[in-house]
């Protein structure tokens, strides 16, 4: 039962602004996942909540009571790291009973919780072994386990899947999941890998050079980003991006850029009409430049395959207009060879425009 | 295989073996001397690197002429104290330069690290005003807190570094758990650097046990003194040396410091490598 909220945040390090003026407000139950390239200032930011890191300036109110000062114990929180911390000389119960213990708990009590918590994520054969007698995905276990047997209102979680390998993080983002919804708390969860936010995110915050940039549930900062950081970031492979001139002329709005020219849909066009510049950045994703049988004229441009990437059930093609190297998905049966022409009709409604000057999407 | 071996003989066992040779060879010195009757010493016709007719005559003139027992008791009592003296301060002191970064711990960690540096040469001069001031002069004492002003300095760099290796998380993790610093240091910090703590421990006995420059200027009272300088001030008579007897005592007297180590020894090794396994 918590709601957590940032206001003006922020922490410098020596010069370094690690933070700066970050607004959050996170609603009670809401999974929430920072994400953002590495140095971004996640880490910053979960510590500040937790306690861990003075504040340079702003304030952090949980349940609407500023915790500025408040030191780590009695926030109510709970905190998975990165590197697990578990403490290497106690079993896996001591690891897990350790708050509980020093919080005065009635030992009944203690047991009865550690035993559920356990349950929950299957580690009930483990307690009696120490940290180093654990697979990578055991200890990741216990540490959830540790921040979960306190019941605390926040958990924070630093990157907890990045030291798993891929299937396991895989399957824990499953489980992380699950755990939520079953224990219905507030998660404040930092990755850098924005699959893992999009899987596992009610609420993304994406983060640059200790700037929010933008908030909003996976699909909308998909569909909608705010900018061409946030579009480049979320999405894999990432969003294809040209810069090209708006030419009016007869018959509607045009965009050239590098020997082609594509005719921008009358909605949009109605937008960009007001906008003062003519070079524009424009981006779309590669899915949204499926393959066409043959030329149309001011529909398709014409490129060069260089690579195929098979996966399976889509194949990623490499491809070159001129200079400039874009990324288009195909079906699996596609007949594109390496070094030979083709032709990307772009799917022209699902096309981005960004400023030049602040990289700011247009509309 | 066999050139292999003739290798590894060359570039490992042999230098093993000269090394081996010269640490030890002063102690089967020791060991033969300690049996050997002083006619047997000065007779210089005789292979002086075996005993020849064995006698006991030189630890009987140890422990019934000298007050050795009292000396290696003294020894004990000054080493022992010291080493706990110094081990709690210098843990709280390493702890806090290392981890609570209060203003001006680099600086204070550097400062101590300077007095480490002063020989006891120089510093026994004023320490001697202040042993005098503080009416502790020829008794043990004296002994038991001038030794720390060498050993705090040690011990500190050992266990900054040693504290330096357990990760920081850990502490942050116990303090949201809701541990105060205090108990973060008693239930997490000490027993994950224990190997650091033995070995900061054992060097600080042995450098305690050994020292002599110390034990030799501020204690006088034959009953007082420290079995290295209680040896030496006793069976070396004028320009008469005993040598049965002294390189029996020096025997004797090294063997609780070979104890020490090597019941420790593992813990020891560890300690030194700054492992910290997980
Ligand atoms: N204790 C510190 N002292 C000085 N600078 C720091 C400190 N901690 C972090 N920084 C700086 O603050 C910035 C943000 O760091 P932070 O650890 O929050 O990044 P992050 O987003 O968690 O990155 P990563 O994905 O690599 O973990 C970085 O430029 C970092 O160098
Ligand atoms: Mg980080």
Redesign the interface.
């Known amino acids: 039962m918590a709601k957590v909220v940032m206001e003006k945040l922020n922490k410098h390090f020596g010069e370094v602004k690690a933070v700066r003026d970050f607004d959050l407000e996170i609603p009670d139950k809401e999974f929430v996942v920072l994400v953002g390239p590495s140095g971004c200032g996640k880490t910053t930011t979960l510590r500040m909540v937790?306690?861990?890191e003075d504040i340079t300036s702003g304030n952090i109110y949980i349940d609407d009571k500023v915790v500025n000062q408040l030191?780590?114990?009695d926030?109510d929180?709970?905190?998975v790291?990165?590197?697990y911390?578990?403490?290497?000389?106690m079993t896996v119960y001591q690891n897990m009973a350790?708050?509980l213990t020093?919080?005065k708990f009635p030992k009944a009590e203690i047991k009865q919780r550690v035993k559920e918590a356990a349950e929950i994520l299957n580690i009930g054969e483990l307690l009696e072994r120490k940290?180093?007698a654990l697979s990578g995905g055991q200890r990741q276990r216990v540490a959830v386990g540790?921040a979960i047997v306190?019941k605390p209102k926040v958990f924070l979680f630093d990157e907890p899947l990045s030291n798993l390998d891929a299937k396991l993080r895989v399957q824990m983002r499953v489980e992380l999941k699950k755990l939520h919804d079953r224990l219905q708390t507030t998660i404040i969860y930092v990755t850098h890998d924005q699959v893992e936010a999009m899987t596992m995110g009610d609420c993304i915050v994406v983060m640059k050079d200790g700037l929010k940039q933008q908030v909003g549930a996976p699909l909308e900062l998909y569909f909608r980003p705010a900018n061409k950081f946030v579009a480049g970031f979320i999405g894999s492979p990432a969003m294809n991006f040209m810069e090209g001139e708006l030419l009016s002329e007869q018959g509607g709005l045009f965009l050239q850029t590098m020997g082609f020219k594509l005719k921008i849909p009358e909605d949009k066009a109605a937008k960009l009409k007001s906008y003062p510049e003519k070079r524009v950045i424009f981006g779309i994703r590669p899915e949204d430049l499926p393959e066409a049988p043959a030329a149309i004229p001011n529909e398709t441009i014409e490129v060069v395959v260089e690579v195929l990437e098979p996966l399976g059930s889509e194949v990623y093609l490499d491809v070159k207009v001129g200079e400039t190297s874009l990324i288009a998905r195909a079906e699996p049966t596609t007949k594109a060879k390496p070094h030979f022409k083709l032709y990307l009709q772009p799917v022209l409604e699902n096309m981005r425009f960004f400023s030049i000057r602040d990289e700011k999407a247009l509309f | 295989m066999s050139e292999k071996f003739v290798e590894r003989m060359i570039k490992f066992y042999l230098p093993l073996f000269i090394f081996l040779f010269f640490l030890l060879f002063p102690f089967y010195w020791m060991f033969i001397t300690a049996f050997k009757s002083d006619a047997e010493l000065y007779n210089l016709k005789l292979n002086p690197f075996f005993i020849h007719e064995p006698t006991f005559k030189n630890i009987l003139m140890l422990f019934k002429e000298t007050l050795f027992n009292r000396w290696m008791f003294n020894t004990f009592f000054v080493a022992i104290l010291a080493t706990i003296l110094s081990l709690s301060a210098s843990l709280l002191a390493a702890y806090a330069i290392q981890r609570v970064r209060f203003r001006g711990s680099g600086p204070i960690g550097i400062s101590i690290f300077f007095g480490y540096l002063v020989p006891p040469t120089i510093l026994f001069i004023p320490l001697a005003a202040i042993i005098f001031q503080l009416k502790i002069w020829d008794s043990l004492w004296s002994l038991v807190l001038i030794y720390p002003t060498f050993l705090i300095p040690f011990c500190t760099w050992l266990l900054m570094g040693y504290f330096k290796s357990i990760?920081k998380?850990?502490e942050?993790?116990?303090?949201?758990?809701?541990?105060?610093r205090l108990?973060v240091f008693w239930q997490?910090v000490v027993?994950?650097a224990l190997p650091g703590i033995l070995s900061a421990g054992i060097f600080a006995f042995t450098l305690s046990w050994n020292e002599y420059l110390y034990a030799l200027t501020f204690i006088s009272t034959t009953t007082l003194k420290t079995a290295p300088v209680g040896l030496i001030t006793e069976l070396v008579r004028g320009d008469v040396y005993h040598w049965g007897p002294l390189m029996t005592g020096a025997l004797l007297a090294s063997v609780p410091v070979a104890l020490v180590y090597s019941f420790f020894v593992e813990h020891y090794v560890a300690g030194m490598t700054g492992a910290?396994?997980?």
């Open positions: 937790a306690g861990l030191p780590p114990k926030r929180i709970a905190m790291f990165q590197n911390a578990l403490y290497p000389h350790f708050g020093l919080r940290p180093k540790r306190r | 990760p998380e850990m942050e993790c116990a303090m949201i758990d809701g541990a105060s108990r997490i027993p994950l910290l396994k997980e």
